[in-house]
């Protein structure tokens, strides 16, 4: 059995975010790279089954060379190889684009388990494993909290609202993972050392024969209005204090 | 020159770091208020392989390099003095003799129990009568037939009470002592006449403790001198070469609990008002967040580059660890300082983290050399150049 994960490098969810000069991009100088939390739940995932079923687990990942460490992350987690299709220019294309990539990665792996996260925490656009699935023409099983793989077939959880839905589908097929559903290990410390000895290839756009055509562009990043700052009511007694929250609350809040 | 830490070794102090923050940093006041870590996390940290950072590969260690070793124990100090003392045995003056001098058999024997974390490993050199100087030693051993006798009491031994091994020093030629006269052993706690006395209570590191021990009439078999037979009457040189590293480890540690210090008072001195201002906005203040980050600067730059040269050279640095002992230690003890006046009150609260601190860094100038002794050696290999 062949699982494939793929993994997005994204910026540490605690990193401070600036807005470039472009006004379209981050300021990526200081920025702590991590791999994708929704990734490490397909990272998991595939571990266990690595475990049970004997599945070899290869991680996919493109950008810059940067990229590598979170690759090497999930190396040192157990997986069995990496690849990483470098890109200078890759971090912000067209989620279509990246799909349309990592499809002629992926393809000569004979995955029969792909897994992604469900979205991304950067960009949040939660394309990227559904156009994977149509250009492999692959079924697709998203957003999922359990996964049980029989015999050629797979079984998948989503919660919906007030509801589990039961999703059964053949392999191979696409699991887009949602928080919930396994507690991703550590990189143990023997884990990192072996990490650095297991096969890790690095291959270009140009040797995928694949061509950038992205159709989306980012033209603004804008940053959330400034909260404006509290107001502290005025008033010598609690009933003088009702009475001014009242009127802001009429006058100014316009909420009464 | 290249100053960046390579990628392997930020992964593990990422690692490390994950730990801290999620399993750790939890139970720290817990830990402290019992006196005791709870085993669940000692099996985390046994399964992180924390407990054999510096043991070969070869005998199921990491074969981490000195920086790596040293990086992990500033992210552990960090939050706590007792979790690195807990694996620092392991890694350090409980394995190094063996790493360093051990034959091939007892190194098979017991290094991948200790790199496991499944035996703990302890150094029992100090006695009451033997501290700085070591070689004043009074415990004995006798041969027997095919055993050596021990008789004497050990105290101050880090992890002497859950300790599976002990390396012991004793005297085997009164006349030479230090000269050829000091053996050291590798005791197991089951061998007969082996004995843990008393726990001894102390200012800080709460979580770990140190204890005596005793050995009355403990019979420990001929091929347990640590190097095999030969070896007999050369342990004091063993301990001092054990020490060496053990310097740049208590550095690290030093430097991990400051930079610590200088986040939570950064963190209290924006947030605490006083006359209408945050406290960070008063010169004296800033003067302290100042120093105190220029210390643990120069701190840092001075411990990678000794940890560093000793991976390069492959050999002891004594000079240089002896200089990053002493002023790693003294400048976190600075900071602490700093960082409880900072802290106001609450730095005397034992509800911040500030006071242990405070406490537990006292200790690092004292053990494994105290800064006296430090000065002494470096001045010692500086008449020698
Ligand atoms: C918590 C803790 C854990 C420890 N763990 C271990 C352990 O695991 N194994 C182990 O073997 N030991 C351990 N020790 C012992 C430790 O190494 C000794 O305490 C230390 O070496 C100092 O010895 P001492 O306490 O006897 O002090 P002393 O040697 O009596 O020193 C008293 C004072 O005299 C000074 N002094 C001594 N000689 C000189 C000199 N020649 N010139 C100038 N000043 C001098 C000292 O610097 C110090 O200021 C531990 C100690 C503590 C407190």
Redo the contacts between chains.
């Keep these: 059995m062949n699982i494939v994960v793929c993994i997005k490098q994204v910026p540490d969810t605690e990193t401070q975010i600036k807005i470039a000069s472009d006004g379209k991009s981050i300021e990526t100088d200081d920025i702590k790279w991590v791999m994708n939390p929704y990734d490490e739940f397909g990272v998991e995932e595939a571990l266990v089954l690595q475990k049970e079923k004997g599945a070899e687990v290869t991680v996919v990942g493109a950008g810059p060379q940067r990229v590598?460490?979170a690759l090497?992350?999930a190396l040192?987690m157990g997986a069995d190889k990496a690849v990483l299709i470098e890109d200078d220019d890759f971090y912000g294309a067209d989620p279509i684009t990246v799909a349309k990539v990592l499809a002629k990665a992926i393809e000569p792996l004979n995955p029969d388990i792909i897994f992604f996260g469900q979205r991304a925490v950067d960009d949040d656009s939660g394309v990227v494993g559904s156009a994977v699935a149509e250009f492999l023409d692959m079924p697709q099983l998203s957003v999922v909290t359990k996964v049980e793989v029989g015999d050629g077939t797979v079984q998948a959880h989503r919660p919906v609202e007030g509801a589990t839905l039961v999703l059964e589908s053949t392999l191979p097929c696409v699991i887009t993972a949602q928080k919930g559903l396994n507690e991703p290990r550590?990189?143990?410390?023997?884990g990192?050392?072996k990490?650095?000895k297991k096969p890790l290839e690095v291959i270009s756009l140009a040797d995928l024969g694949v061509e950038r055509d992205d159709k989306l562009e980012i033209v603004a990043l804008n940053p959330p209005p400034e909260r404006a700052p509290g107001k502290q009511v005025e008033g010598e007694t609690g009933q003088e204090i009702a009475i001014n929250l009242v009127k802001l609350l009429r006058e100014e809040a316009k909420v009464i | 020159m290249d100053f960046e830490i390579p990628e392997n070794l930020r992964m593990i102090t990422d690692t490390v770091r994950r730990l801290v923050q999620r399993e750790l940093e939890p139970i720290s006041r817990q830990v402290e208020e019992q006196d005791h870590i709870p085993e669940s996390v000692v099996q985390t940290m046994r399964e992180l392989g924390l407990f054999g950072l510096s043991i070969p590969e070869a005998y199921g260690g990491l074969g981490l390099s000195t920086l790596g070793e040293c990086l992990v124990y500033e992210e552990l100090a960090k939050v706590n003095a007792c979790f690195r003392n807990r694996i620092a045995t392991n890694n350090g003056i409980g394995s190094q003799g063996l790493v360093l001098d051990g034959t091939e058999q007892q190194k098979q024997r017991y290094l991948p129990r200790l790199a496991s974390g499944q035996w703990i490993g302890c150094f029992a050199l100090s006695e009451p009568g033997a501290g700085s100087d070591a070689a004043g030693v009074q415990t004995t051993a006798v041969m027997e037939g095919d055993h050596w006798v021990l008789n004497g009491r050990k105290h101050f031994i880090t992890n002497g009470d859950i300790a599976d091994l002990a390396t012991v020093f004793a005297v085997t030629d009164r006349q030479k002592r230090a000269k050829g006269g000091i053996t050291a052993f590798l005791v197991e706690r089951s061998f007969a006449g082996y004995q843990v006395g008393t726990i001894e209570k102390k200012m800080g590191h709460r979580g770990s403790h140190t204890s005596e021990l005793i050995f009355d009439n403990c019979r420990v078999p001929a091929e347990n001198v640590l190097g095999g037979p030969s070896m007999v009457g050369r342990g004091f040189q063993s301990a001092m070469k054990t020490l060496d590293k053990g310097r740049l480890t208590i550095g690290a540690a030093a430097l991990g609990a400051a930079q610590r210090l200088l986040e939570l008072s950064l963190d209290y001195a924006k947030q605490r008002v006083q006359f209408g201002r945050p406290i960070a906005e008063f010169q004296s203040i800033k003067n302290m967040l100042a120093d105190m980050a220029t210390e643990i600067y120069a701190a840092r730059q001075m411990l990678h580059h000794a940890a560093w040269l000793r991976d390069q050279k492959g050999t002891a640095v004594i000079k240089e660890a002896s200089m990053v002992k002493l002023f790693c230690t003294n400048m976190a003890g600075r900071v602490a300082d700093m960082a409880v006046q900072i802290h106001g009150g609450m730095g005397y609260m034992q509800e911040y983290p500030v006071e242990r601190f405070y406490r537990d860094l006292r200790l690092t100038r004292i053990y494994e050399g105290t800064d006296e002794i430090q000065r002494l050696v470096i001045a010692r290999e500086l008449l020698k150049e």
């Design positions: 590598t460490e090497r992350t040192a550590y990189a143990s410390l023997p990192i050392m990490a650095k």
